[in-house]
Structure formats: structure tokens, C-alpha cells
């Protein structure tokens, strides 16, 4: 049981950053009129994150990374790998993402 702890105290606290913000909808109407709005889309992303659709929040917190990698003081890339975590690091997705993000480190 110990190891499912983890991702459920990531997702909680995903919840609870989540909270503070506007909805999806509003926020993802943000990022379609400015796709350069890295507030929106980091919002957007742990909503989706929040809602389950990881893909999206993955998708999301790469465009935020592509236009500042130490967006809010490092959150995007935290909140990224905490997906990662909530995923598990033997997810397919998990395993291109990283690849991705170590391409964009170096």
C-alpha cells in the first residue's frame, strides 16, 4: 500500500492547487485566444491533470517549459514530473515525455 501513497498525496495536492483556479473551460478559452499565456496554460495543464486527462497536462506543461523552463520558480517542471509520478515511470507516455524533457535540458 505504500507505494500508491505517493501519486493519491500528488493528485490531492494537484486538487488542491486547482482549486484556487478558473475553470477548465475558461482557462483552456485563455490559452486558445494567447497561446503564450504561460499562466493560463499552467493552470490549464493541472486541471487536466486534475481531471485525469494526463496527456493534455503533459502537453500543456511542455508548452510552458518551452517558453520558460523555470516558469514559477521551477513549478511547471515539478508539476510535470509529478505526473510523471502519478503515471508511474513504466507508462509509455511517461518514458517519451522524459526523453523529451532531458532533450530540452541539454
Known sequence: AEQGLEPLQLQLAMAQLA???DTSDALQSAVDSNPADATSRYQLAIRRA?????????EHLFGVLQSDMNFADGQ?????LGVFDILGSGDQRVQQARRRLSSMLH
Open 50 to 58: 486534475v481531471e485525469q486527462d494526463h496527456d493534455a497536462a503533459i
Open 76 to 80: 511547471a517542471r515539478q508539476s510535470l
Open 19 to 21: 482549486s484556487d483556479f
